[in-house]
Nanobody, 114 residues
Framework: QVQLVESGGGVVQTGGSLRLSCAAS????????MGWYRQAPGKQRELVAA???????NYADSVKGRFTISRDNAKNTVYLQMNSLKPEDTAVYYC????????WGQGTQVTVSS
């Protein structure tokens, strides 16, 4: 079993920054995919950023140039550095890990005030 623990959410003003972390623990043999998704009230969950096993990254158009995803393989941890935050970035952010099975974190709230 794999557990994902997210941290780093909070309340920030427009233009501010936050850094989310997602630490994976348990029976992890190889990681195929780690990513961040978000879900705002009344909206579907959407991909924000992802990083593959080879380090290839992918971003939603709405966050390109503002958010950066990175990973520490030794710690099985993925990060999301969020800069120049906007009110429309307000959502619950979820970490996802694929190791052959699909795992989700519990979510962390990010609120950007105008």
């Amino acid at each position: 079993q794999v557990q994902l623990v997210e941290s780093g959410g909070g309340v920030v003003q427009t233009g501010g920054s936050l850094r989310l972390s997602c630490a994976a623990s348990g029976s992890i043999f190889s990681i195929n995919f780690m990513g961040w998704y978000r879900q705002a009230p009344g909206k579907q969950r959407e991909l924000v950023a992802a990083i593959g096993s080879g380090g290839t990254t992918n971003y939603a158009d709405s966050v390109k140039g503002r958010f950066t995803i990175s990973r520490d393989n030794a710690k099985n941890t993925v990060y999301l550095q969020m800069n120049s935050l906007k009110p429309e970035d307000t959502a619950v952010y979820y970490c996802r890990l694929i190791t052959g099975h699909n795992y989700w974190g519990q979510g962390t709230q990010v609120t950007v005030s105008s």
